[in-house]
Each structure stands twice: as structure tokens, then as C-alpha cells.
């Protein structure tokens, strides 16, 4: 057997899982996203091979590595079988491997803290321990006292970190530089922004994060790393994992153990990244999170097929179960409209208490001449403004892959002063069943400054067309839109008739 400890350098590639914004997700859609996640890991490793037939062993690989999806390039000679050794150092497979085996069981006197020893042999385990001493045969934990056990060796095929090995020949001695690149899942990432309006309402400020997520177990130190944004082709796979068990004990003396009082609590959830705390639940637990902000370095962007890949300026080291944040975008002066978008709902009978509320969008355009013209991968996007001279939480906005040159609208909330009236005022039938409607919507300002209103009528009707309209409209999202500007204190009457195949 030999073995390769440890790498000496690790690359590392991240793909993403899902583009729902993790902070969305209920906790166990959280925490299997994030186990979804891929990750390429590339790493080198310099070993001395003698001449002849050998196991060659790769020491701490990823815990969740995909084992046909392991290459190694620089050997020698041919590889003749893999395998990936994935039992891991644990209480529960330490008990299963130790079966019938001798073990030393240390006892604790309660009342004078004196401690005693003696030799046992395990008989059952992990679920309910079961051991055969001198005296007879009993459980594990069930004196009422404190015990322990002692194993004086750890059995063979068990290791702290996961490993892959591979049965090689080797025709000459000699010391060969090796490449080994795998997949694994456990490692994901998300794009995470803040938009901070400017004081005078026109501009933003547009700060992007590459947030990684690794919740794994196995930890990747000063790796020069990549993620790549799209949504790529993926085949589920079946990994085989640790098995880290826990002990269990089944006593039955009440109340000397565990009999009878309440389970543990739940682990905590997965951590989320702290850009969109808001979505947060309260007190929720958190694990480790690092963020990096270096400005004069952001994530270099370039192209992987139809596929945007993104450099991260410096080496990664990303710890066992820790979330850390990336800058790799900051664009100033972004130029942005605000409108308040209403959507009148043709299935609805409009009362007093069903009034259509009006939507708070920013609107933007990704291009260059408009302080963009970046492809923005999916994520979460947190809204700040300024009030009194102090930044304020404004709304935040899932957001979908924004390609270069499109436009794209963020509802960041609804607004308090602008309200809307929507009236069906007539509704005729004419031949061959056609349906028509005429419409009127009562627009208000009630703000102290002029707006704009979005108004939106849903075209998804068969066969529907606009009969008459107050204005040339356009398309948004599908539905007919019109918009109006209103003066403070400002309203307005809309018109307009559609048909519609009923």
C-alpha cells in the first residue's frame, strides 16, 4: 500500500444546484440544495512508486466524491481497478467494527468520583450497546453511573478522512507528479446583491457577491477557485456516504438514563448567507460565515461555452461547514426608473376590500451606457435607501440570470400613497360567443412628488385584442401596458374596452 496523504495544491470549480435563492427555501429544501451542489476538485500530488503491482492510496479526497467521475493523469503505467473507501472514523462504525471484540469499560463512582476499569467484549452495537463482562451481560449506560469505553486500536479499513485508491503497475521505479480531478456534491453557490440608492432617486449602487457554500465535511485550503453560472444538464447520482451513526442507548430503569425525557433538540439549520438576513427566522442558529471584500479586486468574468464563468481574484480557503462571501461586482451610478406597476385582475369583482395595491418596481437596463452591461447570475438582491441621512432597508427581490443588453425589473415592495380603483363598467356578448368589457381605473397620488404607473391588463384570454386604449400600449411580461404620469396630488380616469373569445 501506498499512500498520498494529502494534496499539495487544490483548484476547485463550483456549479451551482437549483437558481432559487437559498433564503427562499424552507430549511429541508435549504439543506438538500445545498447538498446538491457541485464541485470539480483538482488537485496534485507527488508520490514515490517502486517497480511492480500496488495500491496507491489518495488520502482526504472530499467526503462527497463521485467516485466514476475520478481521472488520474501522470501514471507510469495502467490502472487496473478504483475503489473509494468511504468508512469513516466515527462512534457508530467504530462500535460496528469492534463487534465480539475485546473493549476496556470505565466506571465513574457518582458520590466518590473514583474511577474503575475492566475488560469487556462488545456483543451489539450502535443502536442499544451490548456488552459481556466476568459478571454477566448488560447495557451500555444503564448502572445510572457514568461509564466510558476504551478501544486499545482502531479497526483496519476505518480512517479519519475519506480516501480513493487505485491498483496500479508500475514498470520502472520512479517519483511521479500525479493529477487527480473528481466530482463531488456538498459545495454550492448563489449570487447575492445589495442596491443602495442614491440621495436623489435616478442612480444605484450595485454590489454583487459570490456566496459559497460548503456543507461538507472536508475543507479546502488556499484553492484557487471558479463557479460557474447556468443551468447545466445533471444526471442524479446515488453516492454512497460515511456512515457516522450515533450511538444509541436502551435502558430500563426509569429515569437512570434517558427513559422518559423529552428527544435532544434538532440540529440547527444550514447557514444563510447574511446579505438577505431579513428572510431570516428569528434566532436562528448560524454557522461560521467569512466575508472577503477586496474592491480593487473583483471575479474576473469570461465565457465557458454558453456558460459564464467566473475567476475569483485570490486562493479560497473554504472550511468544513462555513459560508464566505466574494465580491465580484461593483458598478456606480447605475442608471434606474422607478414605477409603481398595478395589474388589474379580469376574473375579480372589485369592492371597497379587494382594491389592487400598486407595486414598488425599479427598472433597469443591462448595458454599458447605462452603468452595466454585466451578466448577473441568479440570486438575491437586498434594496437600501437613504432617509435622514442614514441608510434604510427598502425590500429585497429574488432575481433571475440577467443577460447583457435586457432590461430587467425589480418589485422591491408595495407603496403606501399611490392608490388604484378598477371599475367594469359594461360587459357585452356579441357574436360567436366573443366577450366584450370596458374598463375604468381611477389612478391617485398622493405623494409630494410626481410618479409614474405601470398599468397592466393580462392578455392570457383566448383570442384577445384591445378594442380601444387611452394610449399606444406595449408588452410586459406578457400583458398589455400602459403607462401614466401623475402630478403630486395628481389623478387620472383610464379607459379602455377588450374582447375576447368567452
Not at 136 to 154: M, T
Not at 186 to 211: E, S
Not at 454 to 469: A, D, K, T
Request: glycine share 8%; net charge positive; proline share 8%.
Amino acid at each position: 500500500m501506498i499512500a498520498s496523504p494529502a494534496a499539495e495544491t487544490t483548484a476547485v470549480t463550483l456549479y451551482r444546484a437549483g437558481s432559487t435563492p437559498f433564503q427562499t427555501l424552507q430549511p429541508w429544501q435549504r439543506e438538500q440544495a445545498l447538498k446538491k451542489g457541485l464541485i470539480l476538485v483538482t488537485e496534485t500530488r507527488t508520490v514515490t512508486l517502486p517497480a511492480g503491482r500496488h495500491t496507491l492510496r489518495f488520502d482526504a479526497v472530499a467526503d462527497g466524491l463521485i467516485p466514476q467521475s475520478a481521472a488520474v493523469e501522470g501514471l507510469p503505467g495502467g490502472v487496473i481497478e478504483r475503489n473509494y473507501d468511504y468508512a469513516l472514523l466515527s462512534p457508530g462504525t467504530l462500535l460496528e467494527r469492534s463487534l465480539n471484540q475485546p473493549v476496556g469499560i470505565v466506571r465513574t463512582n457518582a458520590r466518590t468520583g473514583r474511577q474503575t476499569a475492566e475488560s469487556a467484549i462488545l456483543r451489539q452495537g450502535p443502536n442499544g450497546v451490548v456488552l459481556q463482562t466476568t459478571t454477566g451481560v448488560e447495557a451500555l449506560g444503564c448502572s445510572g453511573g457514568a461509564e466510558r469505553l476504551v478501544f486499545d486500536h482502531i479497526p483496519a479499513g476505518l480512517s479519519d478522512k475519506p480516501s480513493l485508491s487505485t491498483l496500479i503497475d508500475v514498470p520502472v521505479a520512479t517519483t511521479a507528479k500525479l493529477t487527480l480531478s473528481y466530482l463531488a456534491i456538498g459545495v454550492n453557490w448563489q449570487a447575492d446583491y445589495v442596491a443602495r440608492i442614491a440621495p436623489d432617486g435616478k442612480t444605484l449602487d450595485l454590489t454583487g457577491w459570490l456566496t459559497l457554500v460548503n456543507s461538507s465535511g472536508t475543507r479546502f485550503v488556499d484553492a484557487p477557485t471558479q463557479a460557474v453560472a447556468g443551468k447545466l444538464s445533471r444526471v442524479p447520482v446515488n453516492i454512497p456516504r460515511a456512515d457516522t451513526e450515533a450511538i444509541t442507548r436502551a435502558c430500563w430503569p426509569m429515569d437512570t438514563t434517558t427513559h422518559g425525557r423529552p428527544p435532544p433538540p434538532p440540529p440547527p439549520p444550514l447557514p444563510i448567507p447574511p446579505v438577505m438576513m431579513s428572510m431570516a427566522p428569528a434566532g436562528a442558529a448560524r454557522e461560521e460565515i467569512t466575508v472577503t471584500a477586496q474592491r480593487a479586486k473583483m471575479a474576473e468574468q469570461s465565457e465557458l461555452g454558453d456558460y459564464k464563468l467566473y475567476t475569483l481574484p485570490e486562493p479560497v480557503t473554504l472550511a468544513a461547514r462555513q459560508t464566505k462571501q466574494v465580491a465580484f461586482l461593483d458598478q456606480k451610478g447605475v442608471a434606474f426608473q422607478r414605477l409603481y406597476m398595478v395589474t388589474v385582475d379580469p376574473w375579480s369583482d372589485y369592492g371597497d376590500d379587494n382594491l389592487p395595491a400598486a407595486t414598488v418596481l425599479l427598472r433597469l437596463e443591462n448595458k454599458a451606457n447605462q452603468g452595466l452591461g454585466k451578466a448577473l447570475p441568479s440570486g438575491a438582491l437586498a434594496v437600501m435607501e437613504t432617509a435622514s441621512g442614514r441608510p434604510a432597508f427598502a425590500g429585497e427581490q429574488t432575481m433571475r440570470d440577467v443577460p447583457v443588453g435586457q432590461p430587467f425589473d425589480l418589485a422591491i415592495g408595495r407603496a403606501m400613497d399611490v392608490s388604484v380603483r378598477p371599475r367594469l363598467v359594461r360587459e357585452t356578448r356579441a357574436s360567436r360567443g366573443r366577450v366584450r368589457r370596458s374598463y375604468e381605473i381611477d389612478l391617485a397620488n398622493a405623494k409630494s412628488g410626481s410618479i409614474t404607473i405601470e398599468l397592466r391588463h393580462p392578455r392570457h384570454q383566448p383570442n384577445f385584442r384591445i378594442v380601444s386604449e387611452p394610449r399606444r400600449h406595449d408588452i410586459r411580461d406578457g400583458a398589455a401596458a400602459w403607462r401614466f404620469t401623475l402630478s403630486p396630488n395628481g389623478r387620472e380616469t383610464v379607459r379602455y374596452v377588450v374582447e375576447y373569445q368567452g
